[in-house]
């Protein structure tokens, strides 16, 4: 595979990867190679296809591999576990000309993203994050939140944007819904970014608005959303039901120049401790 230096362009060339970070044991780059891209597709499926509340998400794949028509206008970002090969993580990044080609962010199939025109310009949209469940560490998600800065330093980029996930149903007996709605209170009132949007579908379960669900109690925030949270990212209003996925999602909003990069470096200096 070639290499393109990403701080001289919008985005790599198509078809190659770029190395950004590593450490002692993991290392990240951002690619649109086909190989880089079939083997996050990969392990999307393995992730989301076994992840409770996900249930019935992977009726769109494709020979083990979770695709949609977003993929082929992304850079892909990967996170592979040293001294081997395997991609432990990844998340896919779609800057405006990616957006442009593809017809629209994929956040905007479940949202009305008017609100959000002011910024377009300036914003990538990151969507389907996942880590394999053996590589759920410090490390790996400081490496990641590192790459997602890193990307946006280098491309001329301030804002990101995606569709962060809640199971409406977690499989762990708490009524379907309650924990999107415990959720959904919990941003509203610490977490409101100064723009809404307006879900297409608004969750409703079994007939009930999330107003007429009771809040799950003492239910922890979802360790992707609350990470994101800390490093100072922000919600923009109610979340759309997205039934592919079993989820209710929540647009998610982080200003670079507001991020928590202390959170960051405690974050990755306990990761690097760990390593030692």
Do not use: K
């Not at 800057?95 to 025109?117: C, K, N, S, V």
């Not at 997602?148 to 708490?174: E, K, Q």
């Amino acid at each position: 595979m070639g290499n393109s230096p990403i701080s001289t362009l919008r985005r790599p060339v198509r078809g190659t990867a770029q190395p950004l970070l590593a450490g002692s044991r993991y290392a990240l780059s951002v690619s649109s190679a086909p190989a880089d891209v079939e083997a996050a597709q990969r392990l999307r499926h393995a992730v989301f296809s076994t992840e409770p509340g996900f249930d019935g998400s992977m009726d769109h794949a494709v020979d083990g591999r979770d695709v949609d028509r977003f993929d082929e206008h992304c850079d892909h970002v990967v996170v592979r576990h040293l001294p081997g090969d395997e991609v432990v993580g990844c998340y896919r990044m779609l800057p405006p000309p990616g957006a442009i080609a593809a017809g629209g962010l994929y956040t905007a199939t479940e949202f009305d993203l008017r609100a959000l025109e002011p910024i377009a310009a300036e914003t990538v949209e990151m969507g389907r994050a996942c880590v394999a469940p053996a590589h759920r560490s410090g490390a790996v998600m400081s490496l990641m939140w590192s790459g997602i800065l890193r990307y946006l330093d280098l491309a001329g980029y301030r804002f990101v944007v995606g569709c962060t996930s809640v199971p409406v149903d977690p499989g762990d007996g708490t009524a379907p819904g309650a924990v999107v709605r415990a959720v959904r209170d919990l941003v509203n009132a610490r977490h409101r970014a100064p723009w809404e949007v307006h879900p297409l579908r608004p969750v409703v379960i079994d007939g009930r608005a999330l107003d007429d669900i009771a809040p799950a109690v003492g239910t922890p925030t979802p360790p992707l959303l609350s990470g994101y949270l800390r490093i100072g990212a922000q919600i923009c209003g109610e979340p759309a039901h997205d039934p592919d996925f079993g989820v209710a999602d929540f647009v998610t909003v982080l200003d670079t120049t507001r991020a928590n990069i202390r959170y960051l470096d405690r974050l990755r200096s306990a990761a690097d401790a760990a390593q030692a």
